[in-house]
Antibody, heavy 122, light 111 residues
Framework: QVTLRESGPALVKPTQTLTLTCTFS??????????VSWIRQPPGKALEWLAR???????YYSTSLKTRLTISKDTSKNQVVLTMTNMDPVDTATYYC??????????????WGQGTMVTVSS | QSALTQPASVSGSPGQSITISCTGT?????????VSWYQQHPGKAPKLMIY???NRPSGVSNRFSGSKSGNTASLTISGLQAEDEADYYC???????????FGGGTKLTVL
């Protein structure tokens, strides 16, 4: 059974750096074709894709946020970490991690975590 | 403003069929067969319903179907059921830019 779970602070102050961890099971990021993405959703608003890391360590970022984002993986711990610098109240959102299997559905997110709500406020 | 355009809301009665549109450009929806559709119930994570325009993951009801014409993709739900009431989002691969873009979402109400 494939599961993903996001963890991180519920509250961060403006200008701080947010660090989120996605811990997954049921697959390995060392397996060819496996990828993990981060997606966020502000309250009452639409989904927004943020970043993706692939089994071969290729990384992709949202054009509008790429200067603030860093994605990395720890294959031995089955974790993917996303950092976002210079947080602002507009970054308040639920942050999801989700799996992509390139061999099955190259750009579709087949399994999602439950999401973690992050509020940016002083 | 989202990259892909969806109607804000659609509605239908139980047993009826509805269609949700998702309009993009030749750089995303129109240029590639990488359109996906997600269902999201309140307070829950999205669930993949359709991938690569018209493919259903295992376990998804065959009442859900997808198609594409030009720069517009569509999700059709037939035999509407109360449990289908949710928000629906489309997404697409986009070339030369952000890897994936989403639509603004459509709220489906089952009357």
């Amino acid at each position: 059974q494939v599961t993903l779970r996001e963890s991180g602070p519920a509250l961060v102050k403006p200008t701080q750096t947010l660090t989120l961890t996605c811990t997954f099971s049921g697959f390995s990021l060392s397996t060819t074709g496996m990828c993990v993405s981060w997606i966020r959703q502000p309250p009452g608003k639409a989904l927004e894709w943020l970043a993706r890391i692939d089994w071969d360590d290729d990384k992709y970022y949202s054009t509008s946020l790429k200067t603030r984002l860093t994605i990395s993986k720890d294959t031995s711990k089955n974790q993917v970490v996303l950092t976002m610098t210079n947080m602002d109240p507009v970054d308040t959102a639920t942050y999801y991690c989700a799996r992509v299997v390139v061999g099955a559905s190259r750009y579709a997110f087949d399994i999602w975590g439950q999401g973690t709500m992050v509020t940016v406020s002083s | 403003q989202s990259a892909l355009t969806q109607p804000a809301s659609v509605s239908g009665s139980p047993g009826q069929s509805i269609t949700i549109s998702c309009t993009g450009t030749s750089s995303d929806v129109g240029g590639y067969n990488y359109v996906s559709w997600y269902q999201q119930h309140p307070g829950k994570a999205p669930k993949l319903m359709i991938y690569e325009v018209s493919n259903r993951p295992s376990g998804v009801s065959n009442r859900f179907s997808g198609s594409k014409s030009g720069n517009t993709a569509s999700l059709t739900i037939s035999g509407l059921q109360a449990e289908d009431e949710a928000d629906y989002y489309c997404s697409s691969y986009r070339s030369s830019s952000t890897l994936v873009v989403f639509g603004g979402g459509t709220k489906l109400t089952v009357l």
